[in-house]
């Protein structure tokens, strides 16, 4: 019993030693870290450049073949292959989250993935549709857009939420279920209507949930037409589960905002809430939980993440053509109804939001691009069910004059605040280092791009950042500090007295060269930097 009452004893007395032996010492933030071990971090004597020209002179271009255009892509994972669904009737599913193979033939009678969609089509389209044909087109017409397909484990089925549409808000959203993720998907039946008028409204199921005199003191302005600044467009919809494994849709597009409804998992259908205006609960829309006033914001996702506790709403600013300023924000909330905040601790209702949300991506050209990325948005995310690593999925336009348009995966981090950090590369089987990387690795001169938050056509094009191995950041007419959590990836970066947080990561451009990059958050806006090796 003494002795091992001494060995006890001892081991407490060893612990308190390397306790208080590891003394971060330097003075400089993050120089211990992740392995709890000093870092010796040489005196900074100052930028080695003198000439900050930007220059791509000897880096190889490349580009991703995707190999299919999808607009709007959603995702699922099986196994290990990918599927994106996307609007237009059109998906594809891949191994490499890079190329994909097509699926479905757009606006068809032979399309495979929407099953008994024509056979139906009296029903699908009778509210919002082209009253002049049944068949849609992609003419301005009827449209089928932003499927979201998940697996419900409780019916052994999987379902698909889209929406159909005619008008910019005469709109409804739809429901398909099949025993196969790739189709076909068998119409189920309608759930949300948007976009009605005094006459239209008998159209729709409004009346089996709320009152006439509800509804009319409600989803009308000026007692005719539809209150579209308060109440939303029903379209976008994008299905999730949360941490108690409940069923959840989030929907909307400019209007009234973006709305959010849970599902019943035995039915897929809606759940219809009781009201409660003093927490934006509306009886047939659900909850109102980010913009309204007709500002832009749509393509609403909610990814939950376990390990930081947070659901992560991402949503999409601007016009969605090449020019519209069309990009990624980021709102999160420790509850699946809220309150979603950005990095300011502020959410958007019916105000001007472009200040509002972290943005992740917009306009921008990196080296070895072939072409400026334009127009960056309406993602959906995902966690790796094989080895837990979180992608953003969207479509992006071009710097060429054209509206053509791809879908990219790119692969983010939270940094130490629990903030996404989208990689600048699209995604080519990069794996982070769990224990950073050496100070060597990290020094070096840097093609760095501030993504700011503004909503428009500009395309953020690099200056060049050298991170002295001391920790100094020197660039023309700019300075600042880099840090790092040591025995880690996270890092910081301070330039001109901002601070962003983020990772360092090394992956491979576009142009198949290895690079070492970082992504980092701050005040709402995303940096990145790009560092080629000698």
Not at 399 to 413: A, L
Not at 497 to 507: D, I, L, P, R
Request: charged content about 20%; hydrophobic content about 30%.
């Amino acid at each position: 019993m003494k002795k091992r009452l001494l060995a006890m004893l001892l081991g407490l007395a060893m612990v308190a030693t390397l306790l208080t032996g590891c003394d971060s010492g330097t003075g400089n933030p993050g120089a211990t870290g992740g392995n709890n071990q000093k870092e010796d971090i040489p005196k900074d004597s100052g930028p080695t450049v003198t000439d900050w020209t930007v220059s791509y002179e000897g880096i190889k271009t490349g580009n991703v073949n995707a190999r299919t255009s999808v607009h709007d892509p959603s995702i699922i994972q099986v196994d290990n292959t990918y599927y994106i669904f996307g609007s237009h009737m059109v998906g594809g599913k891949s191994e490499n989250l890079r190329t994909w193979n097509k699926l479905g033939n757009g606006y068809t009678k032979t399309n495979s993935i929407y099953g008994n969609l024509w056979d139906t089509s009296k029903d699908v389209f009778k509210y919002a549709g082209d009253k002049s044909s049944l068949i849609p087109t992609d003419d301005g017409g009827t449209h089928v857009w932003a499927p979201d397909v998940c697996y419900n484990p409780t019916t052994g089925l999987y379902y698909m939420y889209y929406c159909t549409t005619s008008t910019w808000n005469a709109s409804n959203l739809c429901y398909a279920t099949s025993e196969n993720v790739e189709g076909p998907y068998e119409w189920q039946g309608a759930l949300i209507y948007s976009g009605f008028n005094n006459s239209t409204i008998k159209e729709t199921n409004v009346y089996d949930v709320v009152s006439e005199s509800y509804a009319k003191s409600k989803y009308f302005a000026g007692g005719l037409s539809y209150n579209h600044r308060d109440y939303p467009n029903a379209i976008d919809p994008s299905i999730f589960f949360d941490e108690d494994g409940r069923w959840w849709m989030t929907y909307g597009s400019w209007s009234g905002g973006i709305y959010l409804l849970e599902l019943d998992p035995q039915t897929g259908k809606v759940i219809h809430p009781e009201a409660d205006p003093a927490n934006n609960v509306d009886p047939y829309f659900g909850k109102k939980i980010l913009g309204g006033g007709h500002k832009s914001i749509e393509g609403p996702y909610i990814l939950y993440d376990k390990t930081s506790g947070y659901y992560y709403l991402f949503v999409s600013y601007g016009s969605l053509n090449r020019e519209g300023g069309y990009q990624i924000r980021v709102f999160r909330s420790e509850t699946v109804d809220g309150n979603y905040v950005d990095m300011n601790g502020k959410t958007p209702f019916n105000t001007s939001h472009l200040s509002y949300g972290l943005k992740l991506s917009g306009n921008y050209m990196l080296p070895s691009l072939k072409t400026g990325y334009m127009a960056t948005g309406h993602n959906s995310a995902f966690i790796d069910k094989n080895d837990g690593k979180m992608y953003i999925v969207y479509h992006t336009r071009f710097n060429d004059g054209s509206e053509r348009h791809s879908p990219r995966v790119k692969q983010f981090f939270l940094n130490e605040e629990g903030w996404p950090c989208m990689l600048p590369y699209a995604t080519n089987g990069e794996t982070i280092s769990e224990t950073g990387y050496e100070r060597d690795e990290i020094a070096g001169v840097y093609y760095f791009i501030n993504q700011a938050t503004t909503v428009d056509n500009n395309v953020a094009e690099p200056i060049m950042l050298e991170l002295t191995a001391g920790g100094g950041v020197y660039g023309k007419d700019v300075e600042g500090t880099w840090t790092r959590t040591y025995g880690t990836y996270y890092m910081k970066i301070t330039i001109d007295g901002k601070e962003y947080s983020g990772v360092f990561c090394k992956q491979k451009d576009e142009g198949g060269t290895e690079v070492m990059t970082f992504s980092a958050v701050g005040n709402n806006s995303s940096v990145w930097g790009v560092k080629y090796y000698e």
